[in-house]
C-alpha cells in the first residue's frame, strides 16, 4: 500500500486551539514511524494576511506512507494506544480512499475486529 491516510482528531468540547495542540502531539508519535510524512492538512485559501496559500484545518492530519510497507497497521497501532491514554473523550477518525474508521478509547474484541478488517480492505495484511 502506498498513498495518504487522513487522520482527524476529536475530542469533546475542545476547541480549535486544543484541537490543533492534540493533532500535534499525536504528529510527534506518528513521525517515528516509518513513514514519508505526517503535516497538518490543508485545505481551502488561507486566511488573508497569512503567508501560507492554504489553510491548515485544526486537528486534521495528512499522513504519507511509504510505497510496499504495511505501515498502516502501525500507524493505528500508534493511533489507538494515543486515544487510549487520552480518556473516554478522544476519538480519532482514519480514512483511507474515502473508507472511514473511529478508534475510540474503548478497548475489546469488537474494535479488534473493525480494526483488523480496515486494514485488510488497504494492505491486505492482518494488523
Known amino acids: ?10 475530542e ?11 493533532a500535534l502531539l ?4 506518528l513521525l517515528l514511524l516509518d513513514v514519508h ?9 488561507a486566511p488573508e494576511g497569512s503567508k501560507g496559500g492554504l489553510a491548515a484545518v485544526a486537528g ?10 504495511q505501515a498502516l497497521g502501525s500507524v493505528i497501532v500508534v493511533i489507538r494506544e494515543w486515544v487510549r491514554r487520552g480518556g ?12 472511514v474508521i473511529e ?3 474503548a478497548t475489546g474484541e469488537m474494535q479488534q475486529q473493525l480494526v483488523d478488517a480496515f486494514v485488510r480492505r488497504h494492505t491486505g495484511v492482518d494488523a
Open 12 to 22: 469533546t468540547a475542545a476547541d480549535e486551539a486544543q484541537l490543533e495542540t492534540l
Open 103 to 105: 478508534l475510540t478509547g
Open 26 to 29: 499525536l504528529r510527534q508519535e
Open 60 to 69: 486534521l492530519l495528512s499522513v504519507s506512507l511509504a510505497p510496499g510497507l
Open 88 to 99: 473516554a473523550n478522544r476519538t480519532v477518525k482514519l480514512t483511507v480512499d474515502g473508507d
Open 1 to 10: 500500500m502506498a498513498g495518504d491516510v487522513q487522520v482527524e482528531v476529536v
Open 37 to 45: 510524512a505526517v503535516e497538518p492538512h490543508q485545505e481551502g485559501d
